[in-house]
């Protein structure tokens, strides 16, 4: 790996300047860092950047230094930095009512829901706020379905999900984990599951039996890769399924909501599964906003008190996903998404086959980058695509993830481009 010479920012984006408005002069960002070091949990292990304002597809540091976004918050960000539309339907809810508990109905609900569930082509909707709490709804809403409706024997339903997973942090997601690292020192952990390798449908074909209630898969592992099936997997999962009279759970917290070309990740093989699993995109990178949408016959499992959350379905959560519905229905990320998307895997893919570059996955405005092992740690290369103005995140060690913002120009996807492999000496 070899690190070209800092660059100027595309014409039409300032050169770092002041600090921030609101970040106090003497708070630098090595200050800032040491303070967060010693008073949060070791958690995460960011890169030293300390952000304090962004825009679109960039951010801008406390000393005034801008850099483009090509994460997106792992997809929150899906729509930019400070998108008007979702600020103007932000604030025009905060003025009005902000929470209610579903002690109460709000306005804002139904509509959410409705939207939601035809977006979806689905019946039903059950908003939470974060993607592990869908995840854990997700769960919890199979094994009641496979009690109630499909007559599994009590304590006995099984969900099958796939090696090298990525669906939340708590205690129950972790346990069917494959990666260590999230895995270690939570046991003992919650029995029920059973892994088989992502992308083998004999392996998934053996594991579905008569107790397992679901199906629990990442059309695309983000965490993992950016790991793309095999061509003809998702539709095997969705004709297993059927077949057993397992539901087909999709896991589109990352991959859904305009991130791969499509609405959802799954409509690359024309898959509908029985249950999508939202969240990230949906809040628009404003409050966390998260959902199950299924049928009436799966999510009418529920009675009230079996199931909840203060926050699911607040005012202003259904007023700002309400929006990014809206924005959705247009078409136009979908699209922007695809053929952005087109243009950045043709430019990667020619990196492959070079020193540094080994393999390029993705689809849409998301793809892994895989570094070899001789030219550095996937985390080096970001620290230096960090030097040039360019913010990505390491995975698994070898593995660079890209995901900008699906509002970003054409220019400026260049240019980070270029930056990349003025980085990787291409």
Request: aromatic share 6%; net charge negative; proline share 6%.
């Amino acid at each position: 790996m070899t690190t070209a010479p800092t660059s100027s920012l595309p014409p039409s984006q300032p050169s770092a300047g002041s600090p921030s408005a609101g970040t106090p002069a003497s708070a630098t960002a090595a200050e800032l860092i040491s303070t967060a070091e010693q008073y949060s949990a070791h958690n995460y292990h960011p890169l030293p950047v300390v952000v304090s304002s962004a825009e679109g597809a960039w951010m801008t540091d406390v000393a005034g230094r801008r850099y483009l976004d090509m994460l997106a918050g792992y997809s929150a960000l899906n729509f930019g930095h400070g998108n008007p539309r979702l600020l103007h339907a932000a604030r025009a809810q905060l003025d009005r009512l902000t929470l209610t508990s579903r002690a109460f109905h709000h306005d804002r609900f139904a509509p959410f829901c409705s939207e939601l569930a035809a977006l979806c082509g689905m019946e039903m909707v059950l908003p939470m706020n974060t993607g592990a709490e869908a995840v854990e709804t997700a769960v919890k809403t199979a094994r009641k379905w496979g009690y109630r409706v499909k007559g599994v024997g009590e304590g006995r339903a099984k969900i099958v999900a796939a090696s090298g997973n990525f669906h939340g942090r708590t205690t129950t997601v972790i346990s069917f984990s494959t990666d260590e690292e999230a895995r270690a020192d939570y046991g003992p952990y919650t029995p029920g599951f059973e892994i088989v390798p992502y992308g083998d449908v004999d392996a998934l074909e053996a594991a579905v039996d008569d107790d397992t209630v679901a199906v629990l898969l990442e059309p695309i592992q983000g965490e993992a890769g950016v790991l793309v099936p095999p061509p003809g997997y998702l539709a095997a999962v969705r004709r297993i399924t059927r077949e057993r009279g397992a539901l087909f759970i999709a896991d589109e917290i990352q991959s859904g909501l305009g991130r791969t070309g499509r609405t959802f990740a799954c409509e690359h093989e024309d898959v509908v599964p029985d249950m999508y699993v939202l969240g990230k995109a949906l809040g628009g990178g404003v409050v966390p906003v998260s959902a199950v949408v299924s049928s009436r016959e799966v999510l009418g499992v529920f009675r009230p008190g079996e199931h909840g959350s203060t926050f699911g379905g607040n005012p202003l959560a259904c007023a700002v996903g309400l929006e990014v519905i809206a924005m959705l229905r247009t078409g136009e990320y979908q699209r922007r998404a695809a053929e952005l998307g087109e243009h950045l895997h043709r430019e990667l893919r020619a990196l492959v086959g070079a020193e540094v570059v080994t393999e390029v996955r993705g689809r849409g405005l998301w793809a892994g980058v895989d570094i070899a092992p001789e030219h550095g740690t996937a985390r080096e290369v970001s620290q230096a695509l960090m030097d040039q103005g360019v913010l990505v995140k390491d995975t698994h060690g070898q593995t660079i993830r890209i995901a900008p913002p699906l509002v970003i120009s054409r220019e400026d996807l260049d240019w980070a481009l270029d930056r990349l492999r003025g980085v990787l000496g291409g």
